[in-house]
């Protein structure tokens, strides 16, 4: 059975960092790519950042340069790291994978909250 478990957000500053961490079970972690998406209250899903199995990375326009994405196969856990966070970064982030087995599949974590304070 597959799990993908975030942890890490919470309550944040304007300007200050946080690390999200997704630690992935009963799946071939290291074979597959791994990424998170958030979802601002009232608006659509949002693709954040990207990693393949090689460790070739992607992000939105609105995080490069202040979100890093990276992978510890040996941990089965995939990072974002965020800096410089702004207060439209508030959101419950989302960690997935995304394999080929008969067809594309794609696992969800449950989510975790970041939230800017003032």
């Known amino acids: 059975q597959v799990q993908l478990v975030e942890s890490g957000g919470g309550l944040v500053q304007p300007g200050g960092s946080l690390r999200l961490s997704c630690a992935a079970s009963?799946?071939?972690?290291?074979?597959?790519?791994m990424g998170w998406y958030r979802q601002a209250p009232g608006k659509q899903c949002v693709l954040v950042a990207t990693?393949?199995?090689?460790?070739?990375?992607t992000y939105a326009d609105s995080v490069k340069g202040r979100f890093t994405i990276s992978r510890d196969n040996a941990k089965n856990t995939v990072y974002l790291q965020m800096n410089r966070l702004k207060a439209g970064d508030t959101a419950a982030y989302y960690c997935?994978?995304?394999?080929?087995?008969?067809?594309?599949?794609?696992?969800w974590g449950q989510g975790t909250q970041v939230t800017g304070s003032s």
């Open positions: 997935y994978e995304q394999y080929l087995s008969e067809q594309w599949v794609v696992d």
């Open positions: 009963g799946t071939r972690f290291s074979l597959n790519a």
């Open positions: 990693i393949t199995s090689g460790g070739s990375t």
